[in-house]
């Protein structure tokens, strides 16, 4: 026990709880230990460029204003505009923000685009508020960022909580504050929109479908068949159903599930299909569902599978959980899942992890797809962003595995090495603007 931890114990004062922020940081400065990062380009990415806070007034169904806040942290720029999705969650708040924001740098520096790392959110229970008053709430939230966001500046994205019809009210927001000569070409502000709205074809399933690629590759590059692993999912949303939807295809089993409301497990195996359709009339809710067994959420990691798919928050696989884990492979769906004590006690025990910013970054990259596409006035056809996208997770996949393999380290590091050295490059090309 540290001094500090010992004295907060004895003056029965509550111990600091490790956030992410303080997660993202230690694993960039192994990375840059581990690459010999340049001292001054480690201070320009060590802190975010821009931070926006900003707290605007929504009338309510009843009649009553309700002041909401809001934020956008841009980190960094170096390779293209920011680029990040918005969450509305209770947890939401400029710590979460900077943390996911440095992430998203190193997630679209990993995949090769143009693109540097952006995130943010509204700090709300969406489940507490109307479709009219979220609605409001998106659109005031959009007007009060002003010129903080754009299509070549700032392309904000679905997250936690916020879906296609989220990226619409922004887009049809921003648009209308621009001149009418601007509007249309205006439309990719933002990435995620419905297909009716310049969203692409797939973008719905991308993220999902890169944590089975993921998941894929290494079973490949270990000579392991996906059929008969037993597989268990945390967050049962858009990223978890469509990674055990893709999965259950494989011959791979699931055989339990964890969300906000309860936990349920039958090692038999749960149908995808079903219990997708079971939430559907079910409030979102995996809570009774007829053909599993619910059990305490304590318990979840520690149950018998093969692959634990974490998609739901950050700081979920801990020191308190890690050793109860009997899964080989931890396929990081959400952003930050893992904290740095549970990943040491994970790799001590030697359970591979694919880091977050290589195992679901389908979802940027199908971004990087729709604002291609609405940048060029095209229409893209599923089957070719399907195939862009199983080319570009591969080509991402084999450098981080590869990396990891010659120098004997593991993903995550040779994930953040390889996201590191790109940009670190820019800025050596570029020189620093005296």
């Not at 109307?130 to 939230?141: K, P």
Request: net charge neutral.
């Amino acid at each position: 026990m540290t001094t500090l931890t010992a004295d907060l114990k004895k003056n029965n004062k509550k111990v600091p709880v490790r956030g992410m922020m303080d997660n993202v940081m230690e694993q960039f400065n192994s990375a840059s230990d581990y690459i010999g990062l340049h001292p001054n380009i480690r201070k320009i990415l060590s802190i975010t460029n821009n931070e926006i806070i900003v707290n605007f007034p929504v009338k309510m169904d009843n009649g009553e204003v309700e002041i909401f806040q809001g934020y956008r942290v841009q980190h960094n720029n170096a390779l293209g505009p920011y680029k990040g999705g918005l969450r509305y969650h209770p947890t939401v708040d400029i710590d979460a923000a900077r943390a996911l924001a440095m992430w998203m740098t190193w997630k679209t520096s990993l995949a090769g685009l143009p693109y540097g790392g952006g995130k943010g959110g509204i700090k709300i229970d969406p489940s507490k508020y109307s479709q009219a008053e979220l609605e409001r709430i998106t659109r005031r939230f959009t007007f009060a960022l002003a010129d903080n966001i754009g299509p070549e500046h700032d392309i904000p994205a679905p997250d936690v909580n916020t879906n296609s019809q989220t990226m619409a009210w922004i887009a049809d927001t921003y648009m209308s504050t621009r001149p009418p000569a601007e509007r249309t070409a205006n439309q990719h502000v933002v990435t995620g929109k419905p297909d009716g709205s310049g969203g692409l074809e797939g973008r719905d399933r991308a993220t999902g479908y890169g944590v089975y690629l993921s998941i894929k590759f290494w079973a490949e590059k270990n000579n392991e068949p996906l059929v008969g692993k037993k597989f268990i999912v945390q967050g049962f949303g858009n990223v978890g159903y469509w990674a055990a939807h893709f999965l259950e295809k494989d011959g791979a089993q699931l055989v339990a599930v964890q969300d906000a409301y309860g936990s349920i497990e039958n090692q038999k195996g749960i149908n995808v299909e079903d219990l997708f359709n079971y939430i559907k009339v079910n409030e979102g809710s995996i809570v009774d569902f007829p053909n599993a067994k619910t059990i305490d959420k304590d318990k979840f990691f520690a149950l018998n599978c093969d692959i634990c798919i974490p998609a739901a928050l950050g700081n979920q696989i801990t020191k308190q959980n890690a050793p109860k884990i009997k899964a080989t492979l931890i396929a990081e769906g959400a952003n930050g899942p893992t904290n740095v004590e549970g990943e040491k006690i994970l790799i001590d025990r030697g359970i591979t992890v694919i880091p977050d910013i290589l195992c679901n970054s389908g979802g940027v990259v199908g971004s990087y797809f729709e604002w291609l596409q609405n940048r060029n006035g095209e229409i893209w056809q599923l089957e070719d962003v399907m195939a862009k996208l199983d080319k570009k997770m591969k080509e991402s996949f084999n450098k981080v595995f590869d990396y990891a393999k010659n120098e004997g380290i593991d993903m995550r590091t040779a994930a953040f090495c390889i996201a590191i050295q790109r940009i670190e490059k820019a800025y050596i090309q570029r020189g620093i603007f005296p």
